[in-house]
């Protein structure tokens, strides 16, 4: 059979690779899209959303154990660990069949199967049937990521679990140690430490978050143990011997290596990216380490071939991924899209209490030779955050003294991962601390705490 013509492929149907089908079909262009287990990636199915919804679940539980606070009762509260499961993957089924119906409002043909190329500009599907062959002048590979299995530490689904097990369990760890304190680790720690998990996190960075400033970091560990976690930093997980029901975890610090006991191991020790069998090599594509080596447009430097969202680096986040998607179908299409600012993207973790962060932390901005104006603002200055119950957290941002350019912001506290992207659209537009004193913050919200933040930059904080 001759194969099929499109104007577009799309190898990979994760926020990266819908979101790019999604706009070169709105561009004009004949779009395929191929995937091999289900719409939406790993971020619809097995990361972001499902997560949401599992630490949503601990969030109310949480807050039903604090009902008296609000002058409320409530008696008995409990859990049902399946039924928190069943709701997560309902959510995670829902959004996943919004983007087959996304597709097909956008007339992208979908097939499903696993993509190679087979020579430039040819993709072999093999799908269930057979195998389908397709052609098109642009290729986007969008083929994401997976978690990284480290030698001796490698999941085995019973008592060590990655990311996909812990989003499932079998059943509620009792005794649960956390290899990896970056968003991932953490998030399945809070998660399960909120239900009553004897959780200890393990991280091999002198602190935990390490990419986030030190002061995030300090703060949120110090709200960590107070929930009861146990933390180890600048510790590192040697070997994990296994017996039925239990894990005994050689934790190697300070010199000194100690044996302890789990029931359940979550690994979140990182991602690599998802390169082979794609027949990438034979087409000249670079491949750093298990990424596929981009330029700032994510030009594979092979023509008509682009790598996008996790399979072409750091960081790894769905909107990262989705705004590359955007940027490669524009170009295909005949545009003159931006390249993407890596100091524009905001990390958010959605522990108790939550992480958020854009640009550069205080350390990185010194080290780069800024002369810096840093503004701190507590949650506890804050009326709508005392009015929540919620008033432990601060806003942090980092400002060049020499030009007032807003360097970084920084927060850790209740909903800070809604509160960033004002920070975010500040950056986008070359804000500077004038044009954020200038700006009228709605009250009472939480967002006043950014607003306080900039002024105690400059030594004009009202409220603290
Ligand atoms: C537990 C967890 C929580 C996370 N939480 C967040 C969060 O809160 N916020 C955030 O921004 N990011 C989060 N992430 C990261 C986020 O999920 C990724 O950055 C995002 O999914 C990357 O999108 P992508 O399109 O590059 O790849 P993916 O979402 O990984 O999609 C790639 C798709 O390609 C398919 N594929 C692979 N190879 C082939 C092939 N040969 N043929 C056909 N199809 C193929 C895969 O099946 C997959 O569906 C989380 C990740 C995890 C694991």
Redesign the pocket.
Known sequence: MPAKSFDVIV????????VSAIRAAQLGLNVAI???????????????I???AMLRSAEVFHLMHRAKEFGLKAEGIGYDLDAVVKRSRGVAKQLSSGVAHLMKKNKVTVVM????LSAPGRVS?RTDTGTEDLQAASIVI??????RELPGLEADGDLVWT?RH??QPKRMPKKLLVIGSG??GI??ASFFNTLGADTTVVEVMDRILPVEDAEISAFAKKQFLKQGMKILEGATVRKLDRAPGKVSAHIESGGKTEVTEFDTVISAVG?VG?VE??GLEALGVRIDRTHVVTDEFCRTGVPGLYA?????GAP???????HE?VMVAELIAGGHPHPIKPGSIAG???CQPQVASVGLTEARAREKGYEVKVGRFPFIGNGKAIALGEAEGFVKTVFDAKTGELLGAHMVGAEVTELIQGFVIGRALETTEADLMETIFPHPTLSEMMHESVLDAYGRALHF
Do not use: M, Q
Not at 11 to 18: D, N, T
Not at 113 to 116: C, F, K, L, P, R
């Open positions: 190898i990979g149907a994760g926020p990266g690779g819908y191929v995937e091999r287990e289900n719409l939406g990636g790993i971020c619809l199915n097995w990361g972001c499902p997560t949401k199967g696993a993509a190679t599907v969008a083929t994401g990521a997976r978690a990311y812990a989003l968003a991932i998030e399945f991602i998802n069998g794609l996008i969202g996790d399979i072409a790894w986040l769905a909107h990262k991924a989705s998607g958010c973790t959605y």
